[in-house]
């Protein structure tokens, strides 16, 4: 059976390509080795589970592992104490047979006493009871037991919950007197010191058994691009497309910052769908830089479990929204506080990371993501910016070539026309958003554009937009200056040499009365800048 690329539920080495996970595996096994209890927080689809399952195997040969799923638990398990233990010795039995276990006296007494237990239902066989008989089934066993709960967070909102982490608390507490898990692992979205967020207001009072013993997890689950580049080396092994396969990587960590859903789904996207598409038919040309950017399309504009579930968020979480708008379209910085509630929500669901001390959002698809959703909405459309931009769009590309200075030189002409009396902190705080808002529809459908993170602050933003296999980098500033005008045109002149491109773009905001608004050229080298003065 051929292996494919996969995106739904867990990978597995022998159906799918994977990325080699041998090294984060080592890395997890030496906490266990050293009795740590750890909670793996990741965002949605970052491969937990696909962690957890890989981690089992590892550690078959040394340890008993009980994985289970809380996910496979209904809330009807969480009602009270006695119906969660009966449902999870239920559980634990069942995946124990299934483990190397030693039977010998003890141990099956033991587990038959579980088994009893749990069958008779009764109404006295509680949290307490159940952690007693694993006590006595861990110092009984040949070797140590694991204790791994995948989706933990879909069981975080009540109180049952939080009397078990408080049981795990007080044995791993006397462990020295006391059998129990050799290592206790839980896996979700939500930190455990986060579950207040999942009780409802009149619950906060539960929140009393904090999850203070755990360790930090450090261990980076985000692919690098040699992890890429080492699953694109078994593909081609399999089918010699002659791809760059550094190239490739390259992109695919760029725009993904190795997050390992949207890797595995622009994979996907080349493989099954790009290489049999109209204008490629084949996998050799289904892996090139073209290919690359038409999945990119696909993937910035489809519906899939892992952007309903972040949209979901903003809806959910409104302050959120509003410090993601922020730092989108004002170009503020913001300094990153890990003791922020909304930056530590934000960074749990996948949004945003810290980046040198300031926050920033992901990775690329993510923040073009966000940019296309704040832009279609039904206010910014209303705007007149973005009413001309539906006028104008025709005039832009000819040939399959999209003409930027033309698209400069009439942003500056509706800009001047319809704000050029507004305030000067107006057009600092919407300008940015202002020319992706007129941007988006003229390259829609045909082009994509991102703003390059590591440029992006309160005075300049570069944008990057790929159109007909050509890129066209534009800087957005702030005026402060001829001097640092001066530095900010050798500047773009250097990022266009990175991007291997002879034309660069930039539009200034200019906040002096008695500045010229328009379009010039200047050469820079063998650079040809064209800059638009609004």
């Not at 209904?74 to 010795?89: C, L």
């Not at 410090?323 to 990153?336: H, Q, V």
């Not at 539009?507 to 608004?517: D, G, L, Q, V, W």
Request: glycine share 6%; net charge negative.
């Amino acid at each position: 059976m051929a292996k494919s690329f996969n995106t739904a539920a867990v990978c597995l080495p022998e159906r799918h390509y994977m990325v080699n996970i041998d090294d984060r595996l080592r890395e997890i096994k030496a906490l266990v080795d050293s009795e740590s209890y750890f909670t793996i927080n990741r965002a949605r689809q970052y491969g937990k589970t696909t962690m957890l399952r890989a981690l089992a195997y590892y550690l078959q040969e040394d340890y008993h592992v009980v994985s289970l799923d809380f996910q496979t638990f209904g809330n009807a398990e969480f009602e009270n104490e006695n119906r969660f233990s009966v449902s999870f010795a239920e559980s634990f039995l069942r995946v124990l047979k299934r483990s190397r276990v030693q039977m010998n006296d003890t141990l099956k007494g033991l587990t038959e006493t579980l088994k009893r237990k749990a069958e008779e239902h009764s109404q006295y066989f509680t949290m307490k009871k159940l952690f007693e008989i694993l006590s006595d089934i861990c110092a009984a066993s040949d070797m140590p037991v694991i204790l791994m709960i995948d989706e933990v967070d879909s069981a975080a909102n009540n109180q049952v919950f939080l009397d078990f982490l408080a049981q795990l608390r007080a044995y791993y507490i006397n462990r020295d007197i006391q059998a129990t898990f050799q290592s206790v692992i839980l896996a979700g979205v939500y930190d455990v010191k986060n579950l207040k967020r999942k009780l409802r207001p009149d619950e906060n009072h539960k929140m009393n058994s904090p999850w203070n013993i755990a360790v930090d997890f450090k261990v980076d689950m985000s692919f690098s691009k040699r992890d890429i580049a080492g699953m694109l080396c078994e593909y081609e092994a399999d089918y010699h497309t002659g791809m760059d396969i550094d190239e490739m990587a390259g992109m695919l960590f760029d725009y993904t910052s190795g997050y390992p859903f949207l890797v595995s789904r622009l994979c996907q996207l080349l493989d099954e769908n790009i290489s049999v598409s109209e204008g490629f038919k084949s996998k050799a040309s289904a892996w090139t830089r073209n290919g690359f950017n038409a999945a990119i399309k696909i993937i910035l504009s489809e519906k899939n479990t892992l952007f309903e579930s972040l949209m979901g968020k903003l809806e959910e979480y409104p302050e959120l929204d509003s410090m993601l708008r922020t730092l989108l379209f004002t170009g503020k910085t913001i300094a990153y506080v890990a003791d922020n509630p909304d930056m530590d929500m934000a960074t749990m669901f996948g949004f945003i990371k810290n980046q040198n001390g300031t926050v920033a959002i992901a990775n690329r698809i993510f923040e073009t993501r966000l940019y296309n959703r704040y832009l279609s909405e039904t206010e910014m459309q209303k705007l007149d910016i973005y009413k001309a931009s539906l006028l104008d769009k025709n005039q832009f590309v000819a040939g399959g070539h999209l003409n930027m200075r033309r698209v400069l030189e009439k942003f500056v002409e509706h800009f001047h026309e319809l704000y050029g009396n507004m305030s000067d902190r107006f057009k600092e705080e919407e300008g940015r958003a202002y020319f992706l808002l007129y941007l988006r529809p003229i390259i829609n459908g045909a082009g994509n554009y991102y703003v390059e993170s590591r440029t992006r602050d309160l005075r300049r933003t570069d944008i990057i937009v790929d159109y007909g296999g050509e890129q066209h980098v534009i800087e957005l500033k702030i005026w402060r200056g001829q001097e640092y005008n001066n530095r900010g045109e050798k500047q773009l002149a250097g990022y266009m040499e990175d991007y291997h491109v002879k034309k660069g773009y930039m539009i200034s905001f200019n906040f002096n009365k008695t500045k010229e608004t328009g379009v010039r050229e200047l050469v820079i080298g063998d650079k040809l800048l064209i800059e638009a003065v609004v």
